[in-house]
Protein backbone atom coordinates (compact mmCIF):
# COMPACT_ATOMS: atom_id res chain seq x y z
CA UNK A 1 0.00 0.00 0.00
CA UNK A 2 1.33 3.23 -0.92
CA UNK A 3 0.65 7.21 0.84
CA UNK A 4 1.84 10.15 -0.47
CA UNK A 5 4.70 10.62 1.07
CA UNK A 6 5.58 7.33 -0.83
CA UNK A 7 3.91 9.26 -4.54
CA UNK A 8 5.95 12.61 -3.54
CA UNK A 9 9.09 10.51 -3.65
CA UNK A 10 8.50 8.47 -6.83
CA UNK A 11 7.87 12.54 -8.35
CA UNK A 12 11.09 13.20 -7.49
CA UNK A 13 13.05 10.26 -8.40
CA UNK A 14 11.53 10.45 -11.16
CA UNK A 15 12.95 13.83 -12.19
CA UNK A 16 16.45 13.18 -10.86
CA UNK A 17 16.75 9.99 -12.96
CA UNK A 18 15.36 11.50 -16.03
CA UNK A 19 17.07 15.00 -16.04
CA UNK A 20 20.39 14.41 -13.43
CA UNK A 21 18.53 17.86 -11.45
CA UNK A 22 18.80 16.80 -7.51
CA UNK A 23 14.78 16.98 -6.69
CA UNK A 24 12.91 16.19 -2.79
CA UNK A 25 9.99 14.60 -1.84
CA UNK A 26 9.83 16.52 1.09
CA UNK A 27 9.88 20.35 2.02
CA UNK A 28 13.43 21.73 3.12
CA UNK A 29 13.71 24.97 5.38
CA UNK A 30 16.32 25.94 2.52
CA UNK A 31 17.65 25.01 -1.04
CA UNK A 32 20.49 25.20 -2.92
CA UNK A 33 19.62 25.47 -6.43
CA UNK A 34 19.59 23.82 -8.77
CA UNK A 35 16.86 21.95 -7.64
CA UNK A 36 13.40 20.50 -7.53
CA UNK A 37 11.08 20.55 -4.89
CA UNK A 38 7.85 18.69 -4.92
CA UNK A 39 4.99 20.06 -3.23
CA UNK A 40 1.33 19.35 -2.17
CA UNK A 41 -0.79 22.22 -4.21
CA UNK A 42 -4.21 23.76 -3.69
CA UNK A 43 -6.30 22.31 -3.80
CA UNK A 44 -4.40 18.60 -2.87
CA UNK A 45 -7.00 16.39 -3.16
CA UNK A 46 -9.96 15.29 -5.03
CA UNK A 47 -12.18 12.82 -3.41
CA UNK A 48 -14.34 10.81 -5.90
CA UNK A 49 -12.76 11.81 -8.78
CA UNK A 50 -14.38 7.93 -10.40
CA UNK A 51 -17.04 6.00 -9.25
CA UNK A 52 -14.46 3.49 -8.21
CA UNK A 53 -13.49 5.50 -5.27
CA UNK A 54 -10.08 6.68 -6.85
CA UNK A 55 -9.26 10.38 -5.94
CA UNK A 56 -6.59 12.71 -7.78
CA UNK A 57 -4.06 14.34 -6.08
CA UNK A 58 -3.18 17.61 -7.29
CA UNK A 59 1.10 18.47 -6.49
CA UNK A 60 3.38 21.54 -7.85
CA UNK A 61 6.70 20.90 -8.83
CA UNK A 62 8.94 23.90 -8.33
CA UNK A 63 11.94 24.37 -9.91
CA UNK A 64 14.40 26.43 -8.43
CA UNK A 65 17.79 27.43 -10.57
CA UNK A 66 18.99 30.54 -9.10
CA UNK A 67 19.00 32.69 -6.56
CA UNK A 68 20.38 35.19 -8.40
CA UNK A 69 18.46 37.84 -10.98
CA UNK A 70 17.86 35.75 -14.25
CA UNK A 71 20.52 36.02 -17.36
CA UNK A 72 20.51 34.30 -20.53
CA UNK A 73 22.28 31.47 -19.23
CA UNK A 74 19.91 30.85 -16.32
CA UNK A 75 16.79 31.51 -18.31
CA UNK A 76 18.16 29.09 -21.22
CA UNK A 77 18.31 26.18 -18.25
CA UNK A 78 15.08 26.72 -17.07
CA UNK A 79 13.13 26.24 -20.83
CA UNK A 80 15.27 23.32 -21.26
CA UNK A 81 14.03 21.72 -17.90
CA UNK A 82 10.48 22.84 -19.15
CA UNK A 83 11.47 20.86 -22.46
CA UNK A 84 10.88 24.01 -24.71
CA UNK A 85 14.62 24.65 -24.62
CA UNK A 86 17.46 23.95 -27.28
CA UNK A 87 18.53 20.80 -25.43
CA UNK A 88 15.27 18.98 -24.31
CA UNK A 89 17.05 15.87 -23.42
CA UNK A 90 16.31 17.03 -19.74
CA UNK A 91 12.71 17.97 -19.82
CA UNK A 92 11.37 17.26 -16.12
CA UNK A 93 7.88 16.99 -17.28
CA UNK A 94 9.04 13.63 -19.67
CA UNK A 95 11.02 12.51 -16.67
CA UNK A 96 7.76 11.85 -14.72
CA UNK A 97 5.80 11.58 -17.43
CA UNK A 98 8.12 8.40 -18.23
CA UNK A 99 7.35 6.73 -15.17
CA UNK A 100 3.75 6.49 -16.08
CA UNK A 101 2.44 4.78 -12.38
CA UNK A 102 5.43 6.24 -10.41
CA UNK A 103 7.21 2.84 -9.15
CA UNK A 104 3.62 1.53 -8.88
CA UNK A 105 2.67 4.20 -5.85
CA UNK A 106 0.14 5.25 -8.51
CA UNK A 107 -2.66 4.62 -11.31
CA UNK A 108 -1.09 8.00 -13.35
CA UNK A 109 0.63 10.89 -13.10
CA UNK A 110 -0.07 13.47 -15.80
CA UNK A 111 1.65 16.97 -15.73
CA UNK A 112 -1.16 19.27 -16.68
CA UNK A 113 0.83 23.32 -16.94
CA UNK A 114 3.90 25.16 -16.33
CA UNK A 115 3.69 28.81 -14.57
CA UNK A 116 5.16 31.11 -12.59
CA UNK A 117 7.81 31.53 -14.78
CA UNK A 118 10.40 34.01 -13.25
CA UNK A 119 10.35 34.87 -9.65
CA UNK A 120 9.33 32.72 -6.86
CA UNK A 121 8.97 32.50 -3.48
CA UNK A 122 9.89 29.34 -1.33
CA UNK A 123 11.37 29.25 2.12
CA UNK A 124 11.24 33.06 2.53
CA UNK A 125 13.68 33.42 -0.22
CA UNK A 126 13.25 34.87 -3.81
CA UNK A 127 14.80 32.64 -6.85
CA UNK A 128 14.36 32.17 -10.03
CA UNK A 129 12.55 29.58 -11.76
CA UNK A 130 8.58 27.82 -12.54
CA UNK A 131 5.86 25.85 -10.88
CA UNK A 132 4.81 22.51 -12.81
CA UNK A 133 1.27 21.10 -11.77
CA UNK A 134 0.64 17.83 -11.52
CA UNK A 135 -1.87 15.44 -11.52
CA UNK A 136 -1.96 11.72 -9.60
CA UNK A 137 -4.38 8.93 -9.58
CA UNK A 138 -4.78 7.10 -6.90
CA UNK A 139 -7.08 4.55 -5.11
CA UNK A 140 -8.98 5.19 -2.00
CA UNK A 141 -9.37 2.60 0.57
CA UNK A 142 -12.07 2.95 2.90
CA UNK A 143 -12.41 1.66 5.92
CA UNK A 144 -16.31 1.68 7.27
CA UNK A 145 -17.46 1.82 10.81
CA UNK A 146 -21.30 1.14 11.35
CA UNK A 147 -23.19 3.13 13.58
CA UNK A 148 -26.04 1.05 14.54
CA UNK A 149 -27.30 3.27 17.50
CA UNK A 150 -28.51 5.58 15.48
CA UNK A 151 -31.63 6.17 13.70
CA UNK A 152 -30.58 3.24 11.08
CA UNK A 153 -27.47 2.38 9.87
CA UNK A 154 -24.69 5.13 9.37
CA UNK A 155 -21.53 4.71 7.65
CA UNK A 156 -18.34 7.01 8.67
CA UNK A 157 -15.55 6.92 7.17
CA UNK A 158 -12.59 6.23 9.54
CA UNK A 159 -9.33 6.48 7.63
CA UNK A 160 -7.93 6.02 3.77
CA UNK A 161 -4.74 6.02 2.20
CA UNK A 162 -3.57 6.51 -1.45
CA UNK A 163 -3.23 2.60 -2.53
CA UNK A 164 -1.51 1.40 -5.76
CA UNK A 165 -3.43 0.65 -8.34
CA UNK A 166 -1.52 -2.65 -9.57
CA UNK A 167 -2.43 -4.09 -13.21
Known amino acids: MADVTAIRNA ?3 AITRGTGLRADGQA ?3 VVPPV ?8 FINYGATMDDALNLSFVVLLIISDAAPVEKTQRALD ?5 GGGQAASVADAIESDYNLAGTAHFVSVDSAGAYGRVDYANQTYFGARLSLTVGAKLCHWWH ?3 TAAGPL ?3 RAWSAMAIRS
Not at 36 to 43: S, T
Not at 80 to 84: A, D, I, K, R
Request: aromatic letters at 4%; proline letters at 8%.
Open 155 to 157: RTR
Open 36 to 43: AVVLPANP
Open 28 to 30: KDQ
Open 146 to 148: EDT
Open 80 to 84: TYLGV
Open 11 to 13: IAA
